[in-house]
């Protein structure tokens, strides 16, 4: 084990027998949970097959084909792209691959915790019906970020169960990966690269610490170096995000904020207002009307400088219009969205062509049809909010505060993951699409299954297991 690892505790071992019982899984038990997460895996890649991709998923597809990688997105998300392709040029292996890594993460939870029979069952069969899992059908650096962390989530747990090297390293390479899909994925690697160097206990808690800054140090250095490496085409990406709050306050304003460099001369604030929406930065650079500078191309960086300070000093002139827009888009982000908004903030079935990317064909069965139907009835409800789930977790975090056995670790440090990750994008969110929110939803279902469905006390048994 590496010298930074932290030794097993007991606290973390699983309850040991008692009068004959264990909570340790039986062969039976390992079979059936290993079932049901499999028949979940096999269920949704039939439903979801080839996987559905967006313009941005096509887009993240074309760099891995043709090489032009670009910084608007992740090198994570191209990375996996190249390496399925060696299997098939297209996005099925992806898909298979995010299924493969989510629901053998969730599986590995399920046997690894102190629990019944019963409830090992009941995690696959909770994220199968949570329609937040249903988003494992997209091809996007969101739900890949998804699917390596729940997997991360697992190997943490099973390495500080038993301090394997070969969990530990599971682990960081998952971690590793996840921290490659997206710019902000950093806010949710972090809390758990704590836990997996254990900085909870009270034993050499600087060293732990140390670690981690290390190991996190070490991380954003291979991301940002193969980044560096392998991009071709370099877009500024703030821009996208101030050039809209800054439209955002003009409209509230009723007075252009947008400095002279970023919008044509002879715009005006009802020309901002036509293009102007709150859940999406997109429609107002699409727009010729509005005469807003197009973010993603070649920025001077002194041009890049003065909309950095002019955004800073336009927010501080005008709080309360920028927490206007700010709050209507947030609203729609954590909240539920109306039917008449875009269905595109919750899925997109596609496949959207890009380019020469090669021509997917669809099968039109009865469980894409399924599956699309659920996805159309549900989207303005609260099964596709952030806010229940998010609440479920904060619930669930509170239910172990004062608990010193078993659960407190597996619930704490992903609902920590979950808000360090969702709380940012109420600064930097250009969009209320609910991907931006997929880990923090799944992160807060698994904790309160840990908080409410597993055994605490390392003297419980159950004979059923």
Avoid at 34 to 40: D, E, M, N
Avoid at 161 to 183: E, K, M, N, T, V
Avoid at 229 to 250: A, C, E, I, K, Y
Avoid at 283 to 290: D, E, I, N
Wanted: glycine share 4%; proline share 7%.
């Amino acid at each position: 084990m590496p010298q930074d690892t932290p030794a097993p505790s007991t606290a973390d071992h699983l309850p040991q027998r008692r009068d004959g019982g264990t909570l340790v899984p039986t062969g039976a038990t390992t079979a059936a949970v290993i079932a049901a997460a499999t028949i979940a895996a096999l269920l949704f890649a039939a439903a979801f097959y080839p996987g559905w991709l967006s313009f941005d998923s096509s887009y993240q597809w074309w760099q891995a084909r043709s090489g032009e990688i670009s910084n608007i997105n992740g090198i994570g998300i191209v990375l996996l792209w190249q390496a399925t392709r060696w299997f098939h040029d297209g996005p099925q292996p992806l898909l298979l691959l995010q299924l493969a890594l989510f629901w053998s993460g969730v599986a590995l939870l399920a046997l690894d915790a102190p629990a019944t029979q019963r409830a090992r069952l009941a995690l696959p069969l909770l994220l199968a019906l949570a329609p937040a899992s249903w988003l494992l059908a997209q091809i996007w650096s969101d739900v890949a970020l998804l699917a390596l962390l729940v997997f991360a989530v697992a190997a943490i747990r099973r390495h500080r169960r038993s301090g394997s090297r070969a969990w530990f390293a599971a682990a960081l390479a998952a971690l590793a990966l996840g921290l490659a899909q997206r710019h902000n994925a950093l806010f949710a690697v972090l809390p758990l690269l704590g836990w997996l160097c254990g900085v909870e206990r009270r034993d050499a808690r600087w060293r732990r610490l140390g670690a981690t800054v290390a190991l996190t140090a070490a991380l954003l250095l291979v991301v940002q170096t193969t980044t560096a490496t392998l991009t071709r085409q370099w877009f500024p990406v703030l821009p996208s995000l101030t050039l809209w709050d800054l439209s955002g306050m003009s409209v509230h304003k009723q007075r252009v904020l947008l400095p002279d460099y970023a919008i044509t001369p002879q715009s005006t604030v009802e020309d901002l207002a036509s293009a102007y929406v709150t859940w999406s930065n997109t429609p107002l650079f699409a727009s010729p009307r509005a005469g807003v500078r197009y973010p993603f191309q070649p920025w001077p960086e002194a041009d890049q400088q003065r909309l950095r300070r002019d955004w800073l000093t336009t927010i501080a002139q005008h709080p309360r219009a920028y927490l206007a827009h700010r709050s209507e888009l947030l609203g729609d982000l954590f909240g539920t969205r109306a039917s008449e908004l875009p269905f595109e903030l919750t899925y997109v079935p596609g496949p959207v062509q890009y380019r020469d990317n090669p021509t997917l064909a669809v099968p039109e069965g009865a469980l894409r049809r399924t599956a699309l139907a659920a996805f159309e009835r549900l989207r303005a409800t609260i099964a596709f909010a952030a806010w229940p789930y998010l609440l479920i977790g904060i619930v669930a975090a509170f239910s172990v505060l004062r608990r010193r056995d078993t659960r407190r670790a597996p619930v704490l440090w992903p609902i920590a993951s979950a808000w360090a990750y969702a709380l940012p994008y109420a600064v930097l969110a250009p969009a209320a699409e609910f991907r931006y929110l997929l880990w923090s939803c799944i992160a807060s279902l698994i904790a309160a299954w840990f908080a409410f469905a597993t055994r605490g006390d390392d003297a419980i048994t159950d004979t059923r297991d």
